[in-house]
Nanobody, 117 residues
Framework: VQLQASGGGLVQPGGSLRLSCVVS????????LAWYRQTPGKQRELVAT???????NYVSAVKGRFTISRDNTKNTVNLQMDNLKSEDTAVYYC????????????WGQGTQVTVSS
């Protein structure tokens, strides 16, 4: 299983980052993919999902600022994050998406996003 997220970093409020995640073929082709995030002391939360036919959904906190996409030639799922806010600071993870996502055993290392002036 491969879930290798990258692209995080330190950015000022209002700035942008583009996250990318290489996903093993069995997960990528299996269905809907998603980005999640987690801050210390809090549960991991869903950020955005994208289906195999590129239908995307976002949580209200990021709608209009984040864009999820998938590259079927590279088995990657991406997250373009614009107009970042301090509350977007978190470790971001990619994974499959299903009703039982909270019980997924493997999450990869994630990538840290810090929004601060």
């Amino acid at each position: 299983v491969q879930l290798q997220a990258s692209g995080g970093g330190l950015v000022q409020p209002g700035g942008s980052l583009r996250l990318s995640c290489v996903v093993s073929a069995n997960i990528f082709s299996g269905g809907t993919l998603a980005w999640y995030r987690q801050t210390p002391g809090k549960q991991r939360e869903l950020v955005a999902t994208i289906t195999t036919v590129n239908s995307a959904n976002y949580v209200s906190a990021v709608k209009g600022r984040f864009t999820i996409s998938r590259d079927n030639t590279k088995n990657t799922v991406n997250l373009q994050m614009d107009n970042l806010k301090s509350e977007d600071t978190a470790v971001y993870y990619c994974n499959a998406y299903g009703s039982g996502w909270r019980q997924y055993a493997f999450w990869g290392q994630g990538t840290q996003v810090t929004v601060s002036s």
